[in-house]
């Protein structure tokens, strides 16, 4: 449907029930206002690049953009889709560039779930979790001429992958796999907390376990301490399980 916009008209549009409606400007050749059945009101551009593809870019919403601004920024969006550019990919790349800035690191992200844990465990118990994650992830902080693990502590969250995780374990057990256990229960903890915030897709200490002969119940080195073994961490709700 081509039909000039106005606010009135747009005020009056109403898609229908489980589909959408799309208005053409004829005042803006290529400006598309789509109504979904939810009663969301977008602007988009569209137009043809020069290898013959169609193009589309995403403006606005009604009303936050005015009728006028969105008109003009068709108008821009189409100029470039026109020379074979691609505003939609900008502005995704824009937006993973932003998010990749806002990004923690893995050291950055142990500190957040301390402090998100700070009332349900205790300061002993988070000081030694997080010092072995430092120990076995490069930070330096380690006993003289104790094997140095992979330095992934200073990296973002997102790009430790499980062959970084398992790189870490395997050195932190040349230390002892008291050492490998305390590590692999931090990180565990700090991938659970950066998956629950949504900086992670999937916790990669999971899948490490996962691929160590069928997950930790069948690792022997990640069976539980006896009681003469464990440390005497006070235990306080149910993150302190494995």
Known sequence: MRRELTYALIRTLHAPPGGRLEIWDSRCEGLV???????????HARARAADGRKRFAGLGTWPALKLADARTEARIAIG???KS??????????????????MPTLREAAAAWAAAHARDTGPRYRAE????IGRGCGDGARRPGAPAGPVIITRRIDTVSAEDIAGAV???????????????????????????????????????????KGGRRSIP??????????????????????
């Open 129 to 132: 979790l997080l010092a072995a």
């Open 80 to 82: 470039l889709m026109q």
């Open 33 to 43: 206002l789509r109504i979904s059945d939810q009663g969301r009101v977008t602007y």
């Open 170 to 212: 395997q050195t932190a057990r040349a230390r002892g796999d008291g050492e490998a256990r305390y590590l692999v229960r931090g990180l565990r903890r700090v991938f659970g907390y950066a998956l629950a915030v949504g900086h992670v897709q999937a916790n990669v200490v999971n899948e490490f376990l996962r691929r160590e």
């Open 85 to 102: 550019a691609d505003p939609t990919a900008d502005c995704r790349a824009v937006r993973r560039r932003v998010r990749q800035a806002a």
């Open 221 to 242: 080195w990640m069976r539980r301490m006896n009681k003469s073994q464990q440390m005497r961490w006070p235990r306080r709700g149910a993150d302190l399980l494995l």
